[in-house]
C-alpha cells in the first residue's frame, strides 16, 4: 500500500501532484463537504502564568504558536484532510495564523481550508470548553491541542461530558504549556501525519489511538456535589484561595494523587515519578501523602515540582491507586490544585474525594501511528 | 479549626482593599454623571470596572514607590493615596487641586506619594519610570536593602507606542527596579486589540527584549495581589524589570460622552454583570465571612460621604489665580 492508492477522494489528485514536486509552490487542495475533518484548539494563554516570574519558565510566544500550528496544517494537507475547524481568539493566534494562511494562498502552497467555530471569544477557558463541544458537534474525527496540562484538562472534560469513553473524540496534544506532564514534546508536523492518517480512515482507531486514565474529583458539601477532573496531577494544599492559580509553592502541600508519573516528568507528578514511577499506559495511579509536620516525614524527595524549580519535599507516605477506589483528602479546607492550577477551593465540613478512573478517554498515540504506518508502507509513494 | 480568613492578607487589609476599591468606583461613577451635567472642564476617562488592578498592585507599594500613569489615572491615583478631596478640585480645575487645578484630570500628580503623573501623551510615562527606577535602584546601592521599585501603567493601545517599547529596552540593559504593566482592556480608544497590535501577546513584547512577563485576569483582585506581588519582590531584590499583564474591563468609554458604537451587542451588561472586580471581590470575601456586610456598608458610608464633600468643596473652591500661570512649571526634586 501506498499514499496515493489509499482512497484519496477524486479530486486530489492536485495533492498526489505534491508527492512528485515536493519543493514549491505546492498546488493548494480543495475542501469537499465530505472530507475528513479535524478540529485544532490552539490556547494562546497557555505559558502566561506566574511561574514565568518566579521560575524562569518558558515563554512559547505567539509566533511559534502560530508556526506550531502551519507545520501541522501543511502535513494534514499532505495526508488528505482538507478540512480543519479552528478554535477562534482575540489573542492573537487567529490574526496571525489569517495573515501567514493568505500569505501561503499566494505562494500556491498545500493547505487545508481552515475555518473558525462560531464562538465569541471570552478569553477564558470557557473558549476552549465551547470550542470542544462544537468541535465534537461538527462531527470532527479527531482534535490537535496545543497548551499545557490544563488547556488539555479543559478539552478532557468538554469532549468527555456524557459521552461514552468509547466514543469520544481522541485528541493529540502538543506542548504549549507551562507544564508539561500530559502533552508529550512532539515536532507538529510529525503529530499533523499521524492525525491525519486516523482521520483519513487510513489507520484504524485500534491502530491510532491509546486509552488514558483521569483522576475524578468530587467535593462534597451539604448544598451537593461539585465535580471536576485531572490527566496527570490533583494536589491538595493548605493554601485557601485561588490567586494567581499556579501552584509552585511546596510549603502548604498536603497530598497528591497521580494517574501516571514518569522519572523524567517535570511537575508534581515528578514526587511520584521520583518515588514510584507509574507509565501512563500501566493500570492504577498512586497517591502521596506530603509531611508538612516534621515529626510525620519518612524522609525528604528532592523533585522538579515546577520549571526550574527542584525543592525538597517532605514525604509522609505513598500508596497505590487502584482504579474506581475513592480516596477521602483528611484535610481541614484547602485547595485542589488540578494539573498544576489552584482550582477548587473547600472549607471546614466539605469532603473531597479522589478517584482514578482508566479507559477514560483516547488519545492519538503518535509514536504507534507513525509506526505502524512506517511498518505497513503507507507513507511509500506509488511511481 | 483556621479562622475565617482563607486569603493572603490579615482582615483589615481586606477591608483597606475594599475601602480604596470602592473609593475609586464612587468616584468614576459619581464623575460620570457630574461630566454629563457640563459641570467639569476638559476630559475625563474613567477607571470604574479596572479598580481591582490599581489596588491589587498599589496594597505591595509604599510612598518611594513611584508610578506614573495614563489618560485613566483616577485608580492609580487613589489607590497610590493621592487625596481624594485634591484629586476632585484638581479635576474640577480648581485651586487646592492636587495640581493648584492648573493640570486637570490628565495631569493629576502628587509626588509625595510617589504619583508621577496621569499624563496626556500616550505611552509617556514609560520613559519616566525609567528614569525613577534608576534613582531608585542608585539609592538602594548607597543604602542598602531592599530598592524602591517604579511602575508604568499603558493601556494595551499605549503599548504600541515606540515610547514603551523603548523603555522595555532601557530597562532590560540597565537592569532596573521597573515593572511595566499593562492595562488590557481590549481596546485602544475604539480600535479593538486584535485589530490593530501585530503580535497580541504583550508576554511576548516583553520576551522579545528579555523580560520576564505574565498575564494575570486583572479583575480578579486576588490573583493581581499575588502575581504583582512576586514581579515587585523580584524587582526590589535585585531581579530587574518585568511586565505584568492585567486583562481587565472597562465600564464606560474611553473618555465620557464615547458612545461605544464599536461594542458588541450586550458586551456592557455582560461585563458589568460577570466581570465587576468590585463585586467579585466583595463576593469573596464575604462569602469566606473573612469580614462582615456591615463593616463592608460602614466603609460604603464613609466613602459615600467623603466623595459627596469633595464634589462640595470642589465646587466651592475658587478657580487659579491668573498670576499662578507659571508657577510650578519647572520643580525641583
Not at chain 1, 490533583?234 to 492559580?245: N, V
Request: one cysteine or more.
Amino acid at each position: 500500500m501506498c499514499l496515493s492508492s489509499l482512497g484519496f477522494p477524486a479530486n486530489h489528485s492536485d495533492l498526489e501532484a505534491t508527492h512528485d514536486m515536493p519543493s514549491p509552490p505546492l498546488p493548494r487542495t480543495t475542501a469537499t463537504p465530505d472530507a475528513p475533518l479535524v478540529g485544532l484548539i490552539a490556547n494562546p494563554v497557555s505559558a502566561r502564568d506566574i511561574r514565568r516570574i518566579v521560575a524562569n519558565a518558558s515563554n512559547l510566544q505567539l509566533a511559534d504558536r502560530v508556526n506550531i500550528v502551519l507545520r501541522a496544517l501543511a502535513t494534514l494537507a499532505a495526508t488528505g484532510v482538507t478540512r480543519v475547524l479552528m478554535m477562534p481568539d482575540r489573542a492573537g493566534i487567529r490574526a496571525m495564523l489569517s495573515r501567514h494562511l493568505q500569505r501561503e494562498h499566494n505562494l500556491q502552497h498545500a493547505f487545508p481550508q481552515v475555518e473558525f467555530l462560531d464562538l465569541e471569544p471570552t478569553s477564558t477557558v470557557d473558549d476552549t470548553f465551547l470550542a470542544a463541544r462544537l468541535l465534537r458537534e461538527a462531527g470532527a474525527a479527531a482534535i490537535i491541542v496545543l497548551g499545557g496540562d490544563g488547556t488539555h484538562r479543559a478539552v478532557v472534560r468538554e469532549l468527555i461530558a456524557g459521552a461514552d469513553s468509547s466514543t469520544a473524540i481522541p485528541i493529540a496534544g502538543l506542548s504549549t504549556g507551562t507544564n508539561n506532564a500530559f502533552p508529550e514534546l512532539r515536532e507538529s508536523s510529525v503529530v499533523g501525519l499521524a492525525v491525519g492518517l486516523y482521520a483519513t480512515g487510513r489507520l484504524s482507531a485500534e491502530q491510532a489511538l491509546a486509552p488514558n486514565k483521569l483522576l475524578d474529583v468530587s467535593i462534597q458539601s451539604g448544598d451537593g456535589i461539585r465535580r471536576d477532573i485531572a490527566l496527570v496531577d490533583a494536589a491538595i494544599s493548605t493554601d485557601r484561595y485561588i490567586g494567581a492559580r499556579a501552584l509552585w509553592k511546596p510549603e502548604g502541600l498536603h497530598s497528591v494523587f497521580l494517574t501516571f508519573a514518569e522519572p523524567h516528568a517535570i511537575g508534581l507528578s515528578s514526587i511520584g515519578g521520583l518515588l514510584a514511577p507509574i507509565a501512563r499506559d500501566a493500570p492504577g495511579g498512586l497517591a502521596v501523602r506530603l509531611a508538612a509536620d516534621p515529626a510525620r516525614r519518612q524522609f525528604g524527595l528532592l523533585a522538579p515540582i515546577a520549571p526550574g524549580m527542584a525543592r525538597e519535599i517532605g514525604i509522609e507516605q505513598f500508596e497505590p491507586m487502584p482504579a474506581g477506589r475513592p480516596f477521602a483528602v483528611d484535610l481541614d479546607a484547602g485547595v485542589v490544585a488540578l494539573d498544576g492550577e489552584r482550582e477548587l477551593t473547600f472549607k471546614s465540613g466539605e469532603r473531597v474525594t479522589v478517584t482514578l478512573r482508566e479507559n477514560a478517554f483516547r488519545t492519538v498515540d503518535i509514536a504507534r501511528c507513525m509506526r505502524v504506518a512506517a511498518t505497513a508502507g503507507l507513507f511509500r509513494l506509488c511511481s | 479549626m483556621p479562622d475565617n480568613n482563607p486569603f493572603p492578607l490579615p482582615k483589615d487589609e481586606l477591608l483597606d482593599a475594599y475601602r480604596r476599591m470602592r473609593t475609586i468606583r464612587e468616584f468614576e461613577e459619581r464623575l460620570h454623571v457630574d461630566f454629563a451635567r457640563g459641570d467639569i472642564p476638559g476630559f475625563v476617562h474613567l477607571y470604574a470596572g479596572e479598580e481591582a488592578a490599581a489596588v491589587g498592585i498599589m496594597k505591595h507599594l509604599w510612598d518611594g514607590d513611584h508610578i506614573a500613569s495614563t489618560h485613566r489615572g483616577h485608580g492609580h491615583c487613589i489607590a497610590k493615596g493621592v487625596d481624594v478631596v485634591a484629586m476632585m478640585k484638581e479635576i474640577y480645575g480648581k485651586k487646592g487641586g492636587a495640581c493648584e487645578g492648573k493640570g486637570g484630570s490628565m495631569h493629576i500628580a502628587d509626588l509625595s506619594k510617589g504619583m508621577m503623573g496621569a499624563n496626556g501623551i500616550l505611552g509617556a510615562g514609560a520613559p519616566l519610570v525609567c528614569g525613577a527606577a534608576l534613582a531608585a535602584k542608585y539609592r538602594a546601592k548607597q543604602k542598602g536593602g531592599p530598592s524602591d521599585v517604579a511602575i508604568s501603567f499603558v493601556g494595551d493601545g499605549a503599548s504600541n507606542q515606540g515610547t514603551f517599547l523603548e523603555s522595555l529596552n532601557l530597562a532590560a540593559v540597565w537592569n532596573l527596579p521597573a515593572i511595566f504593566v499593562v492595562e488590557n482592556n481590549g481596546y485602544a480608544e475604539s480600535t479593538a486589540r486584535d485589530y490593530g497590535t501585530a503580535v497580541d501577546s504583550y508576554v511576548d513584547r516583553a520576551a522579545g527584549f528579555g523580560l520576564p512577563g505574565i498575564t494575570v485576569d486583572g479583575t480578579d483582585f486576588f490573583a493581581v495581589y499575588e502575581a504583582a506581588g512576586e514581579v515587585i519582590r523580584r524587582a526590589r531584590e535585585g531581579g530587574g524589570p518585568s511586565l505584568l499583564e492585567c486583562k481587565m474591563v472597562r465600564f464606560h468609554g474611553h473618555f465620557e460622552g464615547d458612545a461605544q458604537t464599536y461594542r458588541a451587542k450586550g458586551e456592557l451588561e455582560d461585563i458589568r454583570a460577570n466581570r465587576d472586580c468590585l463585586q467579585r471581590f466583595t463576593q469573596a470575601i464575604l462569602g469566606a465571612k473573612a469580614v462582615s456586610e456591615a463593616e463592608l456598608q460602614a466603609i460604603d458610608r464613609d466613602v459615600l460621604g467623603l466623595i459627596e464633600r469633595a464634589v462640595a468643596e470642589a465646587k466651592a473652591a475658587p478657580p487659579p489665580d491668573a498670576a499662578d500661570l507659571t508657577t510650578d512649571v519647572y520643580v525641583r526634586y
